[in-house]
Structures are given as C-alpha cells and as structure tokens.
C-alpha cells in the first residue's frame, strides 16, 4: 500500500508521497477531536453547574474526573473495546473521559469563585435560578470555563494519536505503523501533524474566546 | 406599609441571636434609617424584608401580606434593592444592568429601552454616554447612581439601600445623598436604608430606627433622637457636637429668602459691583452668564483694589464655594470650612444662584439651638 514501499528517505519526500493519506487522517484525527471535545463540553459544563449547587458532591466528582486522568490511554482505550467494538465510538468514548476533568473543574472553580456580593445582588432584584445561571454566573465564569475547554483540546489532540489501536484512524495510524516497521519517517509526519493540529485547533479556540467575550 | 412583628434570626452556630424580638412600623412613603454599630443586625433586618434571610420568628407583612406567604421571587422584583457599587454586574453594559428587573418581568424590548433613557437621565448620567459603558469604565459615585438607578427600573414602591454610599469618598457621598432627598421628595418611595453613619441617618432619614445587638434601642425622627436620646449607648452613638448635627435638619431652600437674589454679569461696570457690595453687607457677589447659571463670584476685598475701568471677567473667582438647595446647613457650613470662606452660594438645579447664607446666620442658629 502507501507507507510501505518509500524508497526516498527524506521527510519531505514522504509527505510528498503521501500528501492525500496525510489530509484523510489529519480530518479524521479532527473529527475524533471534535465530537468527543463537543459531547465534553456538554456533560462537563452540565456536572460542573450540579456541584456548584451540590458542594458535598464536588469532591467526589472531581476526584473520579482525576483517576480516570491517571489511568494510561493506551489501557482505558483497550477497557472499552468489549463494549464498543473496533471504530470510532470507542475512540470517542475514551476521549470524552480525559476531557472530562478540566471542563468539569474550571467550571465548577469559574462559578464558585464569583464575588457573593454580586450573586446576591441578582436574587435580591428577584432573578430566578435559570436567568442567574444563564446571565450572570456563566457568563462570568465563561473565560475560565474556556480555559478549561484549550486543555481539554490540547491534551485530547495528543491521546487520540492512541485511538487508531482501536481501530478509531486518525494521525495515530502513521506513528504506530512507523514503529511497526522502522519508519522514521512515518513517525515524525504523526508527530509532527499531531502538534500542528494543537496548535491550530487552539488558536480557533482563542479566537472564539475573543469574539465570545465583547 | 412593612411591618415587622417579633422578628427573630439566629444564625446557624451561633447562640446569640442576630436580630431579637424586633418590631418595627415602617409607613407609607417615609425613609426609615436602621443604624448602629456593625454586627447589630441592621442588613440581617434589611434582608429579611426581601427574604435574604428567612426569620426564625416572627412575621414580616408587606402591605399587609405576610412575605413568606409570597414568592420570593416576584416579591424582590416589586422592592428595589441598592448595595454597595459591587453589586453590578460587571459584564453586562450600564443599560443591561438597569435593564435587569424589566427583563426579568419580562417587558417589551422597546419599553426597557425608554426606562432606562428615563431612568438615566433622572440619576444625572447621560444616556448617550453612558448606556454601552461597562461598570468598570465609571467612577464610583456613577456605579452607585447607576445601581439606585437599577433598583427604580421597575418603579417598586419599596426600596431597600444597604450602606449605599459607604464606598465613596466624602464629597461624593454628600452629592449623592442630596440627589438622592431630591429624588424622594419626588418619587415618596417606602425606603429602608441601612447605614453605620448617625450623620447619614440624621441628614436622609424621616425616623431612625437605632439598633444595638439585635435590639432596638430607639425609633424617633431625626430631631427627637438628638433632642431627647434615650440612652447612653444613643448619645455616644449621636457625638459631641449636637449642635452642628442639627444642622443637617436643615436645608437651605428651607432658609433662604424667596425673592431672586442679586448677581452681576461679566461685563457689569465695576462701579455697579461696588455699589451691590455695600447695599447687600454680603462679602460677595455671584457672577451668571446670560442663562443666570453661576460662573464665579468676585470678593468684596480684590473689588475694593480694582480700578474703576477694569473688568469684573478679570478678578472673576470661578472655583466658589457653593452647594445646591438641596444640601443640609451641616454641607453648607462643611463647605465653608474647606473653601475658608464666610459664605456660601446655593444654587437651584440649573446652577441658578438663588441664595447666600453666611457663617455668621448659622452661628446665630447654632447658639439659639443650644440655648
């Protein structure tokens, strides 16, 4: 197929070569990404509003949020293969733990740590619960929720490089198969494209960050 | 209006209750002052009213109605409520802040819109200016006349004020709390006001309700508790100098004349000047321009140097000493202190001179009330 048969042996060479394969995998690596940062966000911000109302929960959230962070990828990827098969969804599925932490805590920090003069000032004029949180406390807590949500990413880019064991593709594909066979090349252009990606979907994140503040 | 029938709070771990047995009678349209030292339960009281804080016993009727009978939500949309200028919502423009109860009470966008111009402009900051603003780009005294101007937006009959000029510096606070009566006399809300200062309490309140470790130790005007303190701890409270304080009972529009006083205008012969001086006994005279706002005063001392040809613009004094018929005679005689002067010009609300009041009147005053 593609990788195998590079008879050039300089890095530029082998991207030339595999320009098209590189495209696929670096959309594919997005993709996973994506979805699993998405789903993320949606359950982490939602835990994250439960403890800020529910503080005896807090540190047991948190604390299940940080040993799934400490369990190694390439294990809790492997964990969820019975239950999901070879693909995509067990990709995701392990991905969306690891992001768990940061959105859940810099959500649940981002709330806890507004001013209670400016909380009480908004149930004194007789905002109900839904309009403080919609108004007031997301909305202040959104650049750190943010912030969380840029390591999310970063740290996600890097562990879904794993994903393609389970079959779930992505730049991971490249780097497991250059170790499998001796190819240098194949590695760094993982490598390589894995940090571009970081970088890349970080800076989309600024961005979003900036416009969502004004 | 409020009534407050045996309202006790204890807090959680803690044995001595916050507030004891209270009972407390606040009518229709009249600012009620809770003052006392810190920890007397004064905010807790406050708070209670808006349901804050929930009372251990006791009940609270709200024109009659027993508030924990109530929502507490629509409750503290129909009572306005005023904190220190850290309570605006530091994201959100100076128009989305006063825009809040509205928004809660769910008006039509367009009508929101007009109220807070409305509301604006009443405060004193202009809307055009100040309505895309964040709380951050303003001063201090502009937060807080925004944060009043936030709690009127849905014209409450009730207003609750906690401390709400504490964070500003005093001359800021004395032209806040002269906007502040002004707006009153307007608008005869039902105010709770809370505050440590017995000066604020004697100078903005219809009664003062003192209050000391959860207790009431006295409920009069302004003028009985000076008059007639009950106790020790109420007359440590009020100070030396009653005298002076009593001068906050006062305002000026109260003491000066109602016919139109003399002025002069930048190009007045000196001669003219000379002669108002002498007839007037007064030590100086406000200059207006052609709309009779005030632009300076010239002093009888540099008129007397001046030669006949010269120019009353030239010796024209620009920073007076003035205050607005608005203030107590406790700010107009404050205000003479600092300028060093032996009187003071009031001026109406479009900065019209329309009376003099010299040091030697409130002497006078001060000696017939002591006698």
Redo the contacts between chains.
């Keep these: 197929m593609f990788i195998y048969g590079v008879s050039d042996n300089s890095l530029i060479a082998y991207m030339a070569a595999n320009s098209d394969k590189i495209l696929q995998l670096s959309l594919e690596h997005c993709l996973l990404v994506v979805v699993a940062v998405l789903i993320a966000i949606a359950i982490g911000i939602a835990l994250g509003i439960l403890i800020s109302y529910y503080d005896v929960l807090a540190p047991a959230i948190l604390y299940v949020c940080q040993i799934i962070m400490t369990i190694p990828s390439l294990a809790l990827f492997g964990l969820f293969l019975p239950l999901f098969g070879i693909g995509f969804k067990t990709g995701v599925f392990t991905l969306i733990l690891y992001c768990l932490l940061p959105v859940v805590r810099n959500t649940y920090v981002g709330i806890t740590e507004i ?1 209670p ?2 909380i ?9 619960e839904a ?1 403080i949180m919609s ?2 406390k997301l ?2 807590a959104w650049p750190i929720i943010m912030a969380g949500i840029r390591t999310a990413v970063v740290m996600v880019v890097g562990i879904a490089a794993i994903a393609s064991v389970v079959g779930a593709g992505g730049l991971g594909v490249f780097i497991f198969r250059g170790i499998s066979q001796w190819n240098i090349n194949a590695v760094l252009v993982g490598a390589i494209f894995v940090s571009l990606l970081a970088i890349i979907l970080d800076q989309i994140l600024k961005w979003v960050e900036y416009r969502s503040q004004v | 209006m409020i009534r407050l029938n045996g309202v006790t709070k204890i807090y959680k771990n803690n044995d001595t209750p916050a507030v004891n047995n209270l009972d407390l009678h606040i009518t229709r349209g009249e600012t009620c002052i809770l003052v006392g030292p810190s920890g007397c339960g004064k905010t807790t009281t406050m708070k209670m009213i808006n349901r804050l804080v929930t009372p251990t016993r006791g009940s609270i009727l709200i024109n009659g109605q027993d508030n924990q009978k109530m929502n507490p939500v629509e409750l503290r949309q129909n009572i306005g409520y005023v904190i220190q200028e850290i309570g605006l919502f530091p994201h959100m423009t100076i128009a989305d802040n006063v825009a809040t109860v509205p928004r809660e009470k769910k008006w039509p966008e367009k009508k929101i819109q007009n109220r807070v111009d409305e509301l604006l402009h009443l405060v004193g900051l202009d809307p055009a200016e100040y309505r895309n603003r964040k709380p951050a780009s303003l001063s201090g005294g502009q937060r807080q006349r925004v944060g009043v101007a936030r709690a009127l937006a849905a014209d409450p009959d009730i207003l609750l004020m906690d401390e709400p000029f504490g964070a500003v510096d005093p001359i800021t606070r004395t032209h806040l709390q002269n906007q502040f009566i002004r707006l009153q006399e307007e608008l005869k809300k039902t105010v709770v006001f809370v505050t440590h200062d017995i000066d604020e309490a004697i100078k903005m309140g219809d009664t003062i309700a003192v209050m000391r470790a959860g207790h009431l130790v006295q409920l009069d005007t302004p003028d009985q508790l000076l008059s007639e303190p009950k106790n020790d701890f109420v007359s440590a409270l009020i100070g030396g100098n009653r005298a002076i304080k009593r001068l906050n009972l006062v305002k000026t529009r109260e003491v000066i004349d109602s016919k139109p006083i003399q002025t002069l205008k930048p190009d007045s012969p000196v001669d003219t000047a000379r002669e108002l001086l002498i007839t007037s006994q007064l030590p100086a005279v406000p200059v207006v321009d052609d709309n009779n706002r005030l632009i300076g005063v010239v002093h009888k001392h540099v008129l007397s140097a001046l030669k006949d040809q010269a120019d009353i613009a030239d010796v024209l004094e620009t920073d007076g000493c003035v205050v607005d018929t608005g203030a107590t005679l406790g700010d107009a005689l404050s205000t003479m202190l600092n300028y060093g002067e032996r009187y003071v010009i009031i001026v109406d609300e479009n900065y019209s001179p329309c009376g003099i009041i010299s040091f030697t009147y409130l002497l006078e005053l001060m000696k017939n009330d002591a006698a």
């Design positions: 001013d003069a400016i009480e000032a908004a149930h004194g004029m007789g905002m109900n309009s108004k007031i909305p202040l």
